[in-house]
């Protein structure tokens, strides 16, 4: 048996896939702008708004842990270059952030779930913007904390960090499971916790940077980590 009080969970193609959410949720944004503000899609495609996106990033690091500011934003600049006003520019967001959420899980994360939440509390780690509490599975998860939340991203500690305020439980008694070499797994090493890179794809590690305490291909092989089947 193992001394874990907290397992963490990765959103992002951890526990739903991530691109066909985004591109779901950036047609319906897109889509709401052809509607409600044509001039700016006459000028620019769903490609050049996007690319519009990336430039701000990169000249605004400040934004960089918060992907929902750095939308609104990049709004707010499209307005001004229109020389419209910032009313509609929540609504637009509000649209895109509502589409994001709408997430189709992974067929091994209910069952898993189900198996851990009578022995864990269970947490949601993300750099993104994803919210499991819009979810169909929210009421398994006791705790999320983000990157915004946090002020910086993973891997940086800070997000970990900010988990173990939340809870109170110290780092070695968390395990945080997720799909991103670098985000996930040295993230959760910098901060002192053990991990599980969650390997769907079954590519096998190639990493230099840190090696993994565990490797599974599915959540399922995760119980057998846990010593719960």
Same mark, same amino acid.
């Given at each position: 048996?193992?001394?874990?009080?907290?397992? %963490?969970?990765?959103?992002?193609?951890?526990?739903?896939? %991530?691109?066909?959410? /985004?591109?779901?949720?950036?047609?319906?944004? @897109?889509?709401?702008? =052809?509607? @409600?503000?044509?001039? /700016?899609?006459? $000028? #620019?495609?769903?490609?050049? /708004?996007?690319?519009?996106?990336? &430039?701000?990033?990169?000249?605004?690091?400040?934004?960089?842990?918060?992907?929902? $500011?750095?939308?609104?934003?990049?709004? @707010?600049?499209?307005?001004?270059?229109?020389?419209?006003?910032?009313?509609?520019?929540?609504?637009?967001? &509000?649209?895109? #952030?509502?589409?994001? =959420?709408?997430? &189709?899980?992974?067929?091994?994360?209910?069952?898993?779930?189900?198996?851990?939440?009578?022995?864990?509390?269970?947490?949601?780690?993300?750099?993104?913007?994803?919210?499991? @509490?819009?979810?169909? +599975?929210?009421?398994?998860?006791?705790?999320?904390?983000?990157?915004?939340?946090?002020?910086?991203?993973?891997?940086?500690?800070?997000?970990?960090?900010?988990?173990?305020?939340?809870?109170?439980?110290?780092?070695?008694?968390?395990?945080?499971?997720?799909?991103?070499? %670098?985000?996930?797994?040295?993230?959760?090493?910098?901060?002192?916790?053990?991990?599980?890179? +969650?390997?769907? =794809?079954?590519?096998?590690?190639?990493?230099?940077?840190?090696?993994?305490?565990?490797?599974?291909?599915?959540? #399922?092989?995760?119980?057998?980590?846990?010593?719960?089947?």
């Amino acid at each position: 048996m193992n001394n874990y009080k907290l397992i %963490c969970f990765d959103l992002d193609d951890t526990l739903w896939p %991530c691109m066909p959410t /985004i591109h779901y949720a950036e047609d319906i944004y @897109y889509q709401w702008l =052809q509607q @409600y503000k044509p001039a /700016i899609t006459e $000028k #620019y495609s769903a490609t050049d /708004i996007l690319e519009k996106r990336r &430039n701000l990033r990169e000249r605004t690091p400040s934004l960089v842990h918060d992907i929902s $500011k750095l939308r609104i934003q990049s709004l @707010y600049e499209l307005a001004d270059e229109f020389n419209d006003d910032r009313a509609w520019v929540m609504d637009a967001f &509000n649209t895109f #952030y509502q589409a994001r =959420q709408q997430v &189709n899980f992974f067929d091994d994360v209910a069952p898993v779930l189900e198996k851990l939440k009578p022995v864990f509390q269970i947490a949601a780690v993300t750099n993104g913007n994803a919210d499991i @509490y819009t979810t169909e +599975l929210a009421d398994f998860f006791d705790v999320a904390v983000s990157a915004a939340e946090a002020g910086k991203s993973k891997p940086d500690p800070a997000v970990f960090q900010l988990l173990q305020q939340k809870t109170g439980v110290a780092a070695d008694s968390i395990l945080h499971v997720g799909d991103h070499p %670098c985000d996930d797994i040295e993230g959760a090493s910098r901060a002192g916790i053990r991990n599980v890179w +969650l390997d769907r =794809q079954q590519s096998g590690w190639s990493s230099t940077s840190v090696e993994p305490d565990y490797i599974a291909e599915n959540l #399922y092989q995760l119980l057998d980590i846990l010593g719960l089947e």
